[in-house]
């Protein structure tokens, strides 16, 4: 013989011979919050129920958006080169030609170089 007990948004199955199994219930709307690639679920979307009993945690520190504040580094030479930082912390060595005008930017780290003209 089962009993059912319903309390808010918890349903207790409770059998003589199982263990009491307990189901989260997604009663509530919740609206998804958007990472960075724009995913965003509708909220009666199966894969929100995981962030039920907490809220979706999603950083809002962009990638993209940092190195945008990083000023362009003004340089002389023709072409330069980017390792993203020293040792572990970097990326392999690549070098950029900067001859044409604008920006020029690091298709690992998107760090942006630009050639200073001298007149």
């Known amino acids: 013989m089962y009993s059912v007990s319903r309390t808010s948004q918890v349903i207790k199955c409770i059998s003589p011979t199982i263990r009491p199994l307990v189901i989260r219930c ?7 919050v958007g990472t960075h690639t724009g ?4 909220s009666d979307d199966y894969r929100l129920a995981r962030f039920a009993l907490a809220p979706k945690q999603v950083n809002q520190n962009w ?3 940092l190195i945008a504040e ?15 930082g020293s040792g572990p912390e970097g990326h392999p060595r690549v070098y950029i030609n900067v001859d044409k005008p604008g920006d020029h ?3 690992y780290c998107g760090l942006r ?7």
Do not use: L, M, Y
């Not at 170089?113 to 007149?119: A, E, L, Q």
């Open 26 to 32: 997604i009663t509530n709307k919740i609206e998804d």
């Open 39 to 42: 995913q965003k679920w509708d």
């Open 63 to 65: 990638a993209i958006n």
């Open 70 to 84: 990083v000023p362009p580094k003004e340089v002389t030479e023709r072409v330069v080169w980017c390792d993203g």
């Open 105 to 107: 930017s690091c298709g």
């Open 113 to 119: 170089f630009v050639k200073k003209d001298h007149h």
